[in-house]
């Protein structure tokens, strides 16, 4: 039991230490930077909460009780009603903090994981990985990031889905959420910070 809390906590601080290194380089940081924001805007793209209308203007229109309405369940689980519409020129954002708040969060994982990815590709050394086993670690976090989205990729593809495969999917949020947490533990495992600072 004690040796189990011992890995635990050495591998969150040696996934802190990875991180920072990440953070610190500029290439590894801008990786992370655009996947979190490219992420982030299809999770809001794929929810409804942002929307391609040319000619719209600009617009705020807030509604009447935003407190209550900001924790009303929406059309889905893990999905929450807006509480503003925001126009700007081609663009329409119905604004839910919740909503928002867990697409940053999974930006922020993903992004993390390829940034981690992006390491491993370029510093195969730190990592004890040779370049194309850089490219497979970061199948799991793109996988698990995709979970959120594995509605809109249903009807892409032209799948119908029964209410199990629905039931199914409802829960790959929370699924791929663990799983990019892990990814994240698992790839700083495996990268030296004292080379990959290099």
Do not use: H
């Amino acid at each position: 039991m004690a040796t189990r809390r011992l890995i635990s906590a050495s591998s969150i601080t040696r996934t802190v230490a990875i991180l920072r290194v990440t953070a610190r380089r500029r290439d590894a940081a801008a990786v992370t930077a655009v996947t979190g924001a490219s992420y982030l805007l299809v999770f809001l793209y794929a929810i409804g909460n942002l929307t391609y209308q040319p000619g719209i203007g600009q617009a705020l229109v807030p509604v009447a009780d935003p407190v209550s309405r900001a924790v009303e369940p929406g059309p889905g689980r893990f999905v929450y009603e807006p509480i503003a519409i925001v126009d700007l020129w081609t663009v329409r954002v119905l604004f839910s903090p919740i909503n928002t708040a867990i697409g940053v969060g999974l930006g922020v994982l993903v992004g993390l994981n390829l940034g981690l990815s992006y390491l491993a590709v370029v510093q195969p050394k730190a990592c004890g990985l040779g370049t194309s086993s850089g490219i497979l670690a970061s199948i799991p976090a793109v996988l698990a990031g995709t979970a959120c989205c594995a509605p809109v990729v249903l009807l892409v593809l032209g799948i119908t889905a029964g209410g199990t495969l629905l039931a199914v999917i409802s829960w790959l949020l929370p699924v791929g959420v663990v799983l990019l947490i892990a990814s994240l533990v698992y790839l700083s495992g495996r990268i030296d910070p004292n080379l990959a600072a290099a």
